[in-house]
T-cell receptor
């Protein structure tokens, strides 16, 4: 069993919908990252958080350390949001080593 | 200006050959990483260097050898390539180790195909 689990694995939404992607982890962590991998393959860091909530444009990331759970929300989704969203954690004491989830493939249609 | 660049973008080679992938960052970061993304799109850390010093060395065959000539460069040399080495290799960098300096910036990836 992977230390980082994401759900759903695949998600199809219509433009404008509110989207939630979930990440659960089974280990102690010092930080959690949300990454976006474009269809062309490039990877972009969206958020790095260790507590609470962060917002950037239409994207919101939350983390609950006690429950070992994080969510990535996309408001007013758009076809350009179509990508794979990857949750990654830094396990406590592992010197910035990222341990990755398996990703959530999001397709937003018109 | 590209922040983290990798060359080549595509690499097709025969089994048994030796090849290198180069990575350069112009962000002034201290820490650099190599990741492997397999055919199922799963990412895994391979190596990490901080100030030219190896700090993470995952269970990677000895055929893979990273080299950091300076803080801005981290190259990956692979000897005796095998079919299973076919993957996309990503380089990344972060300002430093530890929170809040370890947000990582990724290169565009190098798709390696071993025939």
């Amino acid at each position: 069993k992977n230390e980082v689990e994401q759900s759903p694995q695949n998600l199809t939404a219509q433009e404008g919908e509110f989207i939630t992607i979930n990440c659960s982890y089974s280990v102690g962590i010092s930080a959690l990252h949300w990454l976006q991998q474009h269809p062309g393959g490039g990877i972009v860091s969206l958020f790095m958080l260790s507590s609470g909530k962060k917002k950037h444009g239409r994207l919101i990331a939350t983390i609950n350390i006690q429950e070992k759970h994080s969510s990535l929300h996309i408001t007013a989704s758009h076809p350009r949001d179509s990508a794979v969203y990857i949750c990654a954690v830094i396990i406590t004491g592992t010197a910035s080593k990222l341990t990755f989830g398996t990703g959530t493939r999001l397709q937003v249609t018109l | 200006d590209t922040a983290v660049s990798q060359t080549p973008k595509y690499l097709v080679t025969q089994m048994g050959n030796d090849k290198s992938i180069k990575c350069e960052q112009n962000l002034g970061h201290d820490t650099m990483y190599w990741y492997k993304q397999d055919s199922k799109k799963f990412l895994k850390i391979m190596f990490s260097y901080n100030n030219k010093e190896l700090i993470i060395n995952e269970t990677v065959p000895n055929r893979f050898s990273p080299k950091s000539p300076d803080k801005a460069h981290l190259n990956l040399h692979i000897n005796s390539l095998e079919l299973g080495d076919s993957a996309v290799y990503f380089c990344a960098s972060s300002r430093s180790l530890g929170i809040p300096y370890n947000e990582q910036f990724f290169g565009p990836g190098t798709r390696l195909t071993v025939l």
